[in-house]
């Protein structure tokens, strides 16, 4: 499909970060915009049907207006081609005398072979070679022959070219000059074929940064140098493993054995490095829980009062295969890393009322390993083995070389369930390492799939209470909170429906036309479509038909969004990239001074492929687990249980949230309504509704990380949890069966509408305000909708 590039010059493409292309400051003249507005409709021209028909003589045209200024033009046929038998390569050359052009265009979704055509062309006017998709690496092979060929000025126009050469032959393009290629903030098709094959992109290129379907301004083009660049298309992908290097073992661990038998390796960790106060401790290092399981924490002990007298609560983050330094450096640790690198106090940190253990579950998560090796990570965060801990030439210019797990799935669990017995191990390990910690209670909290992970985990752990097995200690489980969670996947699936077309959600955001809501109402209720086959899925309970339904439930259902909105899953108020949360932590962890200083032994990643590969195998994401009754069951045994949800958040969005709250049927819930929660600094954050240890809370103003949004009205939250206080004041005492319920709509009827709803793609070092509920007006205030009302 061509993606109307005559108005928005909108090729989907992706992310970014900076490394080693170089962003030229540079608006792009409004006279090179519209050159590159025709030539983008002269490969829209290459669409028309869909086997090409212009013959010779013909004037081009466009099905649904995708090229107004051609036809205007009429522009004719001189040559079509279109051979479906060897090259399937289809295409044509047109006459432009209105430009003095001769344009030879390339249609996409074809067989690319070194073919070039002849073509009678007029030697007065210029040679124009244009394509898109698949049919622009075939304009770049062909106008890099013509050139050579008696035609050197020849220009090409690639609108969405995938990788096309080794660097000597790509150099050697680039420095023919004439090349424009051009490149979306959402399109995967540059990115293949993968760097670690050996491929790279002609030079320069051209990245469009507006919406889809929207029209360009010349400020929204950056033209970016190198033939293997970080900024542009293939942002993002690598902001997530810069700067990776060779990591020694460490040797100046402290071994010590933990409950269960659980050998626990840890160090002090030096102020400043997170924690900025010298008289507050915190330890890291690892729960050797397995052969080739090692697990990485990092403790914290509570800021205010005597932390032996603390509760200590776990955070995980989910994934599956995410790290938990995402909660610590980015939400509701004791610290954050800027733009800079600089390491910053946060003053929300849950640290204030109690101890803090961040672990990264399970092992390949993070900084957990299983068995290190020399490797590097590719541009689609690709580990790939090598022979020494000599980085090659070809990867490079990655910066990724360095330390990893190995990348093979049989060393990790596949499934939730698989994997609460480590984390179960974790726990047993660090509570004999640290007893002096834990006496005052325990909490888990957690988020996105720890809709999955927190009450799977947690029934684990009751049911171990029960065992007592040798050598182990019991966890006193208090309270649980899950923050966005991804609980049923037949819920959510369809919450992605609602959250977008109808009800819709309260930002007064949808671009949807009745085309594409048609689509994403058939993809999901359509005969053997999305909910058919997560039906089945629950029904059998076999890995391929799970894995098969979530596969297809997420390209077709949840995959809409970021097709036909180009904004941020976790937060629909910004497009993509979105530099919130910020991701300066990354580097930070990946220099040698912070992995010397905590014990690291790999190289940190945000995001485990290894894991999400394993538990993708089993299609775990698309199964239930019995997450809804394990919460039951944890609320039966006294336990304390809070789903709080940013309402900004499309991915585990409030909607199906509030569906799975009233799936859990906590006693007295029904008879619950909503209420406005009240804060110290006097502002209505959100709502609750909560019948004694069970509460429901909708966070306004919030992607899926709450506390990085929203980090009073979290920690003020979380505090009204370990205290066992009534969520909505803070005033009350709760106990179990104690006939608390607040009073107010069963639903949550508040819509901010779309004052905070961004319609510019922000810097990368933007910084959120939140008093503002959106980035400091540092930039145009018009990336900003109108308010539409409440």
Not at 54 to 82: H, M, Q, R, W
Not at 421 to 426: D, R, Y
Request: hydrophobic letters at 35%.
């Amino acid at each position: 499909m061509f993606f109307s590039f005559f108005t928005a010059l909108s090729v989907v493409a992706s992310l970014g970060h900076a490394y080693p292309g170089k962003l030229q400051s540079r608006d792009v003249p409004a006279s090179e915009l519209n050159q590159f507005n025709l030539w983008a409709q002269y490969a829209a021209a290459t669409y028309y049907e869909k086997d090409y028909t212009a013959k010779l003589g013909n004037k081009l045209c466009c099905s649904k207006g995708n090229c107004p200024k051609v036809e205007e033009i009429g522009a004719t046929v001189s040559y079509d081609f279109s051979d479906s038998t060897i090259t399937d390569t289809t295409g044509f050359v047109a006459v432009d005398h209105t430009n003095s052009a001769v344009v030879l265009a390339f249609r996409g979704s074809v067989s690319v072979r070194n073919w070039i055509s002849d073509a009678i062309l007029n030697p007065d006017y210029e040679l124009v070679v244009v394509g898109h998709s698949l049919g622009a690496a075939a304009a770049a092979l062909t106008v890099a022959d013509l050139r050579g060929k008696g035609y050197p000025s020849a220009k090409l126009y690639a609108f969405a070219s995938p990788r096309v050469a080794n660097a000597a032959l790509a150099k050697y393009i680039t420095a023919q000059g004439n090349n424009f290629r051009f490149t979306h903030t959402n399109d995967p098709i540059p990115k293949l074929p993968l760097l670690s094959m050996g491929y790279v992109h002609v030079s320069p290129e051209y990245w469009i940064t507006s919406p889809n379907n929207s029209t360009v301004s010349t400020s929204e083009i950056k033209v970016i140098d190198g033939d293997v660049s970080f900024d542009g298309n293939n942002r993002t992908v690598l902001a997530r493993y810069a700067t990776a290097q060779f990591v020694p073992a460490p040797s100046d661990l402290i071994t010590k054995k933990g409950h269960a038998g659980i050998n626990v390796r840890y160090k002090e960790v030096p102020a400043g490095i997170c924690e900025q106060d010298p008289s507050v401790k915190s330890y890291s290092g690892y729960a050797d829980v397995g052969k080739d399981e090692h697990i990485f924490w990092w403790f914290f002990e509570a800021r205010n009062g005597d932390p032996k007298d603390a509760p200590l609560t776990v955070w995980i983050n989910g994934g599956p295969g995410s790290s938990s330094m995402l909660g610590l450096f980015q939400e509701l640790g004791p610290c954050g890393v800027d733009h800079d690198g600089n390491v910053f106090n946060n003053p929300h940190s849950w640290s204030n009322v109690s101890n803090m253990l961040f672990v990264d579950q399970p092992a390949t998560v993070g900084l957990s390993y299983t068995s290190p090796i020399p490797a590097y990570q590719d541009s689609d965060g690709n580990i790939v083995q090598l022979p020494s801990e000599e980085c090659p030439d070809y990867a490079q210019g990655l910066g990724t070389c360095g330390t990893y797990s190995k990348p093979d799935i049989a060393l990790v669990p596949n499934t939730t369930a698989n994997v609460a017995p480590n984390m179960w191990k974790t726990l047993q390990g660090f509570m004999g390492a640290f007893p002096q910690y834990s006496r005052n209670g325990f909490n888990f909290a957690t988020e996105s799939y720890g809709g999955h992970y927190g009450p799977v985990f947690n029934e684990y752990f009751v049911k171990q209470n029960a065992k007592k097995a040798h050598g182990s200690i019991r966890i006193d489980l208090e309270n649980v909170l899950i923050g966005n969670g991804w609980f049923d996947p037949l819920i959510q699936y369809q919450a992605y429906y609602n959250f977008s077309i109808f009800p819709g959600n309260t930002y007064d955001f949808n671009p949807y036309n009745e085309s594409v809501q048609a689509e994403w109402y058939n993809n999901l209720y359509g005969e053997g479509n999305c909910v058919d086959q997560t039906l089945e899925c629950y029904a059998t309970g076999r890995n391929d038909i799970c894995s098969a339904a979530d596969n297809f439930c997420a390209s077709k259902v949840e995959s809409l969004y970021d097709t036909y909105s180009g904004r941020d899953e976790y937060d629909m108020r910004e497009l993509t990239p979105d530099p919130f949360p910020y991701e300066f932590y990354v580097d930070y962890l990946n220099s040698p001074k912070v992995q010397a200083a905590i014990g690291a032994y790999q190289n940190f990643s945000e995001s485990s492929g290894t894991v999400s590969n394993a538990f993708g195998s089993t299609g775990d994401d698309d199964r239930e687990s019995g997450t809804i009754e394990s919460v039951k069951k944890l609320l039966e045994a006294g336990v304390q249980v809070l789903l709080y949800f940013g309402d900004a958040d499309f991915n585990c969005n409030w909607l199906g949230g509030q569906v799975i709250a009233e799936e859990i049927n906590a006693r007295g819930y029904e008879h619950a309504g909503f209420v406005n929660i009240t804060t110290s600094d006097g502002v209505v954050h959100g709502q609750v509704r909560q019948s004694d240890l069970f509460s429901f809370v909708r966070i306004y103003e919030s992607g899926h990380e709450v506390p990085f949004y929203q980090p009073l009205a979290a920690l003020e939250m979380f505090e009204r949890v370990v205290t066992r206080k009534d969520i909505a004041t803070g005033k009350k005492h709760m106990k179990p069966h104690g006939g608390y319920r607040t009073h107010g709509t069963p639903t949550s009827e508040y819509r901010e509408g779309n004052s905070t709803v961004v319609l510019e793609v922000l810097d990368s070092d933007a910084t959120y305000n939140t008093t503002l509920n959106g980035p400091n007006p540092s930039s145009s205030a018009s990336i900003r909708l109108r308010r539409s009302g409440h």
